[in-house]
């Protein structure tokens, strides 16, 4: 194996280090290609596998596929380590990585033909530069990641701002070439305490632990202030969706986790590139935090050792192999013919606790022929003011539930699909109560159900199991006394009381939030009507579990969850720069005229 390294020209005329890693002989062969901002050659802590865990740098990887008679180019992303120009995060992915495929092509080591893989960032280089039909592109593996909709998920969700972006500005600008070159910014940099830093939101521009990297404070702030979903949020590199009819029709993969920030992403993608006729688009869904899809153990839950996708495809790298076998060499090894959706339906263990001291959730995967599952049925549950959920609507008369809201005093988060939130939080599955050392828990440490500010609305133990695969909606009737509030629903497993767990164990599914503005139109938002029952919709991320026999459904309402999202400061000022927080009285109404309801996805037995 051989290595040509290129500072390759982009059409503004920045150059992009690249690094293009040859197996022996003359060639020409195919080329596999990953775009990154976190160095062309350093470790990937995403590139393990079960077998081997220890995470391995991209020269490794590249060794593997080169064996195999490939190309293997990495490039650094524009302004990142040895790449020329200035990083602004996203937006000039889609340019650039047409360049490089153009570049590739009139090598003379390149058969024609581009295979694309990467995780996370990664993967939204490769969604960028798949809207461009770039030359030569043959097969995308898009890894967690390749934003449809940046508003509804990975920099905003429903309105409310994604705080992973402020601590991956902060811990990137760490990394950040100029940083590494002033010995003076690396020094402020290190001086800061990014945990501190979230007890003092609001941030402001210019005084902020990231105003020592003022490029990427720019950026932070340019997505935090702008919330209305405008064409800002419809450019080249944030929107796939809006590219999806003239997107490279070529076979694409399409893979996250239920405790991933992109689960939406992967299956809008999917369902956008199948509705569109554009090339032949795979999904796949495993139980996993981001990029680690080779452990069986997240959060505080065990999913047993079927959760790996390890256990069906080999491992990663072979999987990827085969894909890239199947597309680019056209090795008739059966890939079109598998299954165009694998779900690990989450549920189904024993409810005990593991040697690590983990609940024993389970599950297994699941084959579908298209997503949402054929036979799938959307069935309401309603919310009922006793703190009820079921298929009964609810009484005529009956009375609304308010609560206080008070942003001094967040719901913390506990949990959830994160990533990019060290060293502040971690995300997965966990007990929904708060715990001590955990960011914003304090004493006596109860279940988040114990607090004022979360209504709680749960089945009876279920009578039979009961399999719930797909997206999930909460329907809901609301008033505020303020201009503008929060609403977050999230769905819970909750297990009942054994020996292991005396008192039960809360397990979050999903969740989702809607800044109220945005409720209508989220491109010209408004102010909420003062005290009146106003509809809005929730829409939670996509889930696949088996709620178990004696298991209850729970959903969770809120008006915050912090720090995952930022806090609603229920005053009116502007996204990214209020200065005052006000206490709200929030209403849910739960009445035959004004049906609060949970929209459950309830999949069709599995035949297989």
């Excluded at 960028?128 to 030569?136: A, E, N």
Aim: proline share 9%; net charge negative; charged share 25%.
């Amino acid at each position: 194996m051989r290595c040509i390294e290129a500072m390759v020209p982009c059409r503004d005329g920045v150059r992009l280090a690249t690094d293009a890693w040859l197996p022996d002989g003359e060639g020409p062969w195919p080329v596999i290609l990953e775009r990154t901002p976190y160095g062309k050659r350093e470790v990937s802590r995403s590139e393990r596998t079960a077998a081997d865990p220890k995470p391995q740098p991209r020269e490794a990887i590249a060794a593997y596929f080169v064996q195999h008679g490939y190309v293997v180019v990495y490039q650094d992303c524009r302004g990142r380590y040895g790449s020329e120009g200035e990083f602004v995060k996203y937006l000039s992915d889609g340019e650039d990585g047409y360049d490089c495929c153009a570049w590739i092509m009139a090598q003379p080591w390149c058969n024609g033909r581009i295979g694309t893989m990467g995780l996370s960032y990664a993967a939204h280089t490769q969604a960028s530069l798949g809207c461009l039909d770039p030359p030569g592109l043959a097969v995308q593996i898009l890894d967690s990641g390749g934003f449809s909709d940046a508003w509804q998920g990975g920099i905003r969700r429903g309105g409310a701002f994604e705080l992973k972006q402020a601590s991956w500005a902060f811990n990137q600008a760490l990394l950040a070439p100029e940083t590494k070159a002033d010995p003076v910014r690396a020094a402020a940099l290190a001086a800061e305490d990014l945990v501190e830093w979230f007890h003092r939101f609001p941030w402001k521009r210019g005084h902020s632990p990231v105003r020592h990297a003022p490029d990427y404070e720019d950026y932070l702030f340019e997505q935090w202030e702008h919330g209305a979903r405008d064409e800002f949020w419809q450019r080249l590199g944030i929107f796939a969706r809006g590219w999806h009819d003239r997107y490279a029709p070529v076979p694409t993969v399409h893979m996250s986790s239920w405790y991933d920030p992109y689960p939406r992403t992967a299956t809008e993608n999917y369902c956008g590139l199948r509705d569109a006729g554009r090339g032949r688009p795979s999904l796949i869904l495993g139980p996993w935090t981001h990029g680690n899809r080779s452990q069986t153990a997240f959060g505080e839950v065990e999913f047993g050792s079927d959760a790996t996708i390890d256990s069906w495809a080999g491992d990663w790298r072979a999987f990827r192999l085969r894909v890239f076998d199947r597309w680019l060499k056209d090795v008739r090894n059966g890939v079109e013919a598998e299954p165009p959706v694998r779900v690990f339906v989450m549920g189904g263990g024993s409810g005990r606790r593991t040697e690590k001291g983990l609940l024993d959730h389970g599950g297994r995967w699941r084959n579908g022929a298209d997503w949402p599952l054929p036979g799938t049925r959307i069935v309401p549950y309603h919310l009922h003011g006793d703190g009820g959920l079921a298929e009964a609507t609810p009484a005529a008369n009956a009375a609304p539930l308010s609560w206080d809201s008070d942003p001094r005093h967040p719901v913390p988060t506990i949990g959830g699909a994160i990533t990019s939130m060290e060293p502040v939080i971690t995300g997965g599955p966990m007990d929904q109560r708060e715990r001590e050392g955990h960011f914003g828990c304090r004493p006596p440490f109860l279940p988040l159900a114990s607090r004022a500010d979360v209504l709680v609305f749960q089945t009876p133990p279920l009578d039979h199991d009961l399999e719930v695969i797909g997206p999930v909606t909460a329907e809901l009737w609301i008033a505020t006394d303020a201009p503008d509030t929060d609403i977050t629903a999230k769905l819970i497993d909750v297990h009942p009381a054994s020996a292991d767990y005396p008192q039960g164990f809360a397990m979050n599914l999903c969740e989702g939030i809607l800044r109220c503005r945005y409720r209508d139109d989220p491109a010209q938002p408004s102010w909420m009507p003062h005290r009146e029952p106003t509809a809005i919709t929730v829409e939670l991320f996509p889930t696949a579990n088996r709620f178990l026999a004696g298991h209850r459904i729970r959903l969770d309402i809120a008006a915050s969850e912090f720090p995952h999202y930022d806090v609603n400061p229920q005053t009116g000022e502007k996204e990214g720069a209020a200065r005052r927080m006000r206490l709200a009285v929030n209403t849910l109404f739960c009445d035959a005229d004004h049906p609060s309801r949970l929209l459950l996805p309830l999949a069709p037995p599995d035949d297989g």
